[in-house]
């Protein structure tokens, strides 16, 4: 089976400009999260949708920052306009099968991430 | 205070060492405990579960003391391959909340 793909694994823009993230979670899973990976803060929660319904967004940083998910097999995570200090890895993941018992939400799978350098 | 806190190393131990990390956790409400494992500029990947009465999967065993909001990995007979950062997790309703990491390198 395909895990959590992500794109682009790398992306460099310049101060302004929109940048957008891309995400198809495992097949199946209805949870998908948004994560940030900083030297300085670590993995940080941004986001998270059920069944496509965002649930939690209260570690967006800023209004600077938005994410949509569309479908079932689809989430972006944009940044408009981008800063310097944006400039991080950002993880999608999803979990959890459809039918299974809640307990089971627990195990996350990740994309390789999008390495993105603000310049 | 972060909410889930540890040692961010690194831990340089050779090969064939046992090792140990800690992590504690701040909100007395997680209700579920984790060790993730993440290679240099990886993904996280669920090592494994923590329980109440401590558990073991080969080399690795975990335990928490919810009392003291603590939780622990020890690593038995370490291989070069476990170099890696490893990230204490703590479940929040449907959150999963990470802890920095702790550095471990097993030298030959």
């Known amino acids: 089976d395909a895990g959590v793909i992500q794109s682009p694994r790398h992306e460099v823009t310049e101060m302004g400009q929109e940048v957008t993230l891309r995400c198809k979670p495992i097949s199946g899973h209805d949870y998908l999260f948004w994560y940030r990976q900083t030297m300085m803060r670590g993995l940080e929660l941004l986001i998270y949708?059920?069944?496509?319904?965002?649930?939690?967004d209260s570690g967006m940083p800023e209004d600077r920052f938005s994410a949509k998910m569309p479908n079932a097999s689809f989430s972006t995570l944009k940044i408009q306009p981008s800063e310097p200090r944006d400039s991080a890895v950002y993880f999608c993941a999803s979990s959890r099968p459809r039918g299974r018992a809640l307990s089971t939400n627990e195990k996350l799978f990740f994309g390789s991430g999008t390495q993105l350098s603000v310049l | 205070r972060k909410e889930v806190e540890q040692d961010p190393g690194p831990f340089n131990v050779p090969e064939g060492a046992t090792v140990a990390f800690n992590c504690t956790y701040s909100?007395?409400?997680?209700?579920?405990f984790f060790w993730y494992r993440q290679d240099c500029r990886k993904e996280p990947k669920l090592l494994m579960s923590?329980?109440?009465s401590g558990n073991e999967d080969g080399r690795f065993t975990a335990q928490l003391n919810r009392a003291s909001q603590y939780i622990s990995l020890l690593i038995r007979d370490s291989k070069l391959s476990d170099s890696a950062t490893y990230l204490c997790v703590v479940k929040r309703g449907n959150k999963l909340v990470f802890g920095a990491g702790t550095i471990l390198r097993v030298k030959s």
């Open positions: 923590v329980y109440s």
């Open positions: 949708f059920n069944n496509n319904v965002p649930i939690d």
């Open positions: 909100n007395s409400a997680s209700q579920s």
